[in-house]
Structures are given as structure tokens and as C-alpha cells.
């Protein structure tokens, strides 16, 4: 059974802290990604990393950053965090080839800034 | 840049009656993959259906659906028989064919179900 998993289900940090959230993957897929889910808005791609220690900017990478060090994980770092990125993060994961690959998801961390 | 619009926030249904969810999308490409994500509370996302942008016919899994006009750039989903564990956030999403890793959302529609 596929699994993605996600470090913390809720996360409450102040602001200024470093804000570790961690995705791990179990199904041997290439690609990786970081989503910012909010009402409204739907969802909206933080990074991915299509191999270990690549990555790429997504939509909005502007006060976060990644690192993917194994395959099966990727981790999302909030250098400073800020209360505007009180959010759901939403991890999931997909092969890098094959024309009907779907984006496996994770249960979600929804993280409050204070 | 390809965007995708899902036009009702909010739809409501009576059990066992049919819903059809909206979503159009905007794009340039004529490779690309369409799909219905369902996310219900507090639970992981889950595909519910995908469509190949080349296929004519329109997909089918169980009692979903989708109504795609190539087109209008159209993709409605339509939900039979509607049970009280559709209730869920219902997100349409679009992405290029080939290896490309991106994947367009739109804002979502929240699906209630009477009983």
C-alpha cells in the first residue's frame, strides 16, 4: 500500500523560529514536492525535487527552503518563520516517468505561526 | 501559464441524487493529463479520476465521471448516486504531458452531503 508520510499532524511554532517539516515516502518515487494549501486559493507549489539534492522553485519559494538528502525524503525549512505562513503544508510524491502519474499525497501539517 | 478554475466554492447534494462539480482550465498545449483529487476532512487526498487530453471518450470509475469538452476546456465532474462519504473538498488539476512534474490546482469546491 503506497504511503506518504508527513513529520506532525499540527504544529503550532512563534515567529522567528526554524520550522522543520518532514515527508517521507516509501513507494521508491523520483519526484517530491512541497504544497501550501489555503482556503480559497487551493494549492500552490512551495519546491520539488524531481532526484536527491535537485530542486526546483515553485510558485511561491520566497521564505522557504528544501533539502533532499534520500530518496524518500524531502524536508521543508522555514528559515524565519512568519505569521503569514500560518498554513495546511501539504507533501506529496510521483514517478518521474509514465504519462498517467498521479501525485501520491501525505495527511498534511497544518502549521500555526504565533 | 496554465491556470485552472473551479467556480463553485460550495455545492450540496441529497444523498443518493447526482452532483456534477465544475472546473475549466486554460492552456495553450494539446498534451496534457486532467484530474479530480477528493479530500476529505482531516484525511489524505486521494485521486478519484484522470483524463488523458488525447482520449476522446470521457472517463469513468465507478459512480464518477467527467464531462470533458476539449474544446470549451471543460472537465465537470459528475457524482451518482451520491453517498454521505462524498463529503469532501473536491480539487480539479491539470498538468502537461511528457515529464513535466507540474501540476496546476484549481481553488477547490466543498461538497456537502444531505442525508
Known amino acids: 500500500d503506497v504511503k506518504v508520510t508527513q513529520s506532525s499532524r499540527y504544529l503550532v511554532k512563534r515567529t522567528g523560529e526554524k520550522v522543520f517539516l518532514e515527508c517521507v515516502q516509501d513507494m521508491d518515487h523520483e519526484n517530491m514536492f512541497w504544497y501550501r494549501q489555503d482556503p480559497g486559493l487551493g494549492l500552490r507549489l512551495i519546491y520539488f525535487?524531481?532526484?536527491?539534492?535537485?530542486?526546483e522553485k515553485g510558485d511561491i519559494p520566497e521564505g522557504y527552503s528544501v533539502s533532499r538528502e534520500k530518496k524518500e525524503r524531502f524536508s521543508l525549512i522555514l528559515e524565519s518563520a512568519s505569521t503569514n505562513q500560518t498554513s495546511m503544508y501539504l507533501c506529496?510524491?510521483?514517478?518521474?516517468?509514465?504519462?498517467?502519474?498521479?501525485?501520491?499525497f501525505g495527511p498534511g501539517t497544518r502549521l500555526t505561526v504565533l | 501559464a496554465q491556470t485552472v478554475t473551479q467556480s463553485q466554492p460550495e455545492m450540496s447534494v441529497q444523498e443518493a441524487e447526482t452532483v456534477t462539480l465544475s472546473c475549466t482550465y486554460d492552456t495553450s498545449e494539446s498534451d496534457y493529463y486532467l484530474f479530480w483529487y477528493k479530500q476529505p476532512p482531516s484525511r489524505q487526498m486521494i485521486l478519484v479520476i484522470r483524463q488523458e487530453a488525447y482520449k476522446q471518450q470521457n472517463a469513468t470509475e465507478n459512480r464518477f465521471s467527467v464531462n470533458f469538452q476539449k474544446a470549451a476546456k471543460s472537465f465537470s465532474l459528475k457524482i451518482s448516486d451520491s453517498q454521505l462519504g462524498d463529503a469532501a473538498m473536491y480539487f480539479c488539476?491539470?498538468?502537461?504531458?511528457?515529464?513535466?512534474?507540474?501540476?496546476?490546482f484549481g481553488a477547490g469546491t466543498r461538497l456537502t452531503v444531505k442525508p
Open positions: 506529496a510524491s510521483s514517478h518521474m516517468t509514465g504519462y498517467r502519474n498521479e501525485q501520491f
Open positions: 525535487s524531481y532526484d536527491v539534492k535537485m530542486k
Open positions: 488539476a491539470y498538468r502537461r504531458g511528457g515529464n513535466n512534474n507540474d501540476m496546476r
